[in-house]
T-cell receptor
Framework: RKEVEQDPGPFNVPEGATVAFNCTYS??????FFWYRQDCRKEPKLLMS???SGNEDGRFTAQLNRASQYISLLIRDSKLSDSATYLCVVGNTGRRALTFGSGTRLQVQP | GAGVSQSPSNKVTEKGKDVELRCDPISGHTALYWYRQSLGQGLEFLIYFQGNSAPDKSGLPSDRFSAERTGGSVSTLTIQRTQQEDSAVYLC??????????????FGEGSWLTVV
């Protein structure tokens, strides 16, 4: 089983739609959680950190469920510019580097 | 510079040759990471540096791969006797402290390696 698992998609949604991605992680001792965005042939960039209480940044909401070991990302009012691959990222005890999921591809269509 | 700088940005090499990839992290960042990403795949962790030491090199795929960091700054990833399966983009990232401190890591644009 992979340490971090995501549905690869693609998720094809119309502009203005709400879309949600989930990600599961296997290590219950994981301590830090992030969503990164990666555009085609570009480097990953931080979208947002994920806090235990959940957090919101504009149209983006991230939530963490430690009991079930999953993280979610909700995007409201999708824009064409949201089209990208969204990477779920987890920091694990005993491993100093972050572990990346394989990503979920989102395509927002006009 | 303002961001993580990597060179070369593109490298085509013949199978069996050695290559060196360079990473210049953000000034003041003590943690440095190397990942690689094959086409259409996720990021694969290679090695992590804290200062000049590498507490986690568990991701290096074989003994053909090595990395060093000097002066707590620039890092070099060396691949010896390259194979076609080494073709990927090699991404370097840095953060102010370790990842477990909850710090964001910032990526360079990557070095695209093609082994022919």
């Amino acid at each position: 089983r992979k340490e971090v698992e995501q549905d690869p998609g693609p998720f094809n949604v119309p502009e203005g739609a709400t879309v949600a991605f989930n990600c599961t992680y296997s290590n219950s001792a994981s301590q830090s959680f992030f969503w990164y965005r990666q555009d085609c042939r570009k480097e990953p960039k931080l979208l947002m950190s994920v806090y235990s209480s959940g957090n919101e940044d504009g149209r983006f909401t991230a939530q963490l469920n430690r009991a079930s070991q999953y993280i979610s990302l909700l995007i409201r009012d999708s824009k064409l510019s949201d089209s990208a691959t969204y990477l779920c990222v987890v920091g694990n005890t005993g491993r100093r580097a972050l572990t990346f999921g394989s990503g979920t591809r989102l395509q927002v269509q006009p | 510079g303002a961001g993580v700088s990597q060179s070369p940005s593109n490298k085509v090499t013949e199978k069996g040759k050695d290559v060196e990839l360079r990473c210049d992290p953000i000034s003041g960042h003590t943690a440095l990471y190397w990942y690689r990403q094959s086409l259409g795949q996720g990021l694969e962790f290679l090695i992590y540096f804290q200062g000049n030491s590498a507490p986690d090199k568990s991701g290096l795929p074989s003994d053909r791969f090595s990395a060093e960091r000097t002066g707590g700054s620039v890092s070099t990833l060396t691949i010896q006797r390259t194979q076609q399966e080494d073709s990927a983009v090699y991404l370097c990232a840095s953060s102010p402290q370790g990842a477990l401190a909850g710090n964001t890591i910032y990526f360079g644009e990557g070095s695209w390696l093609t082994v022919v």
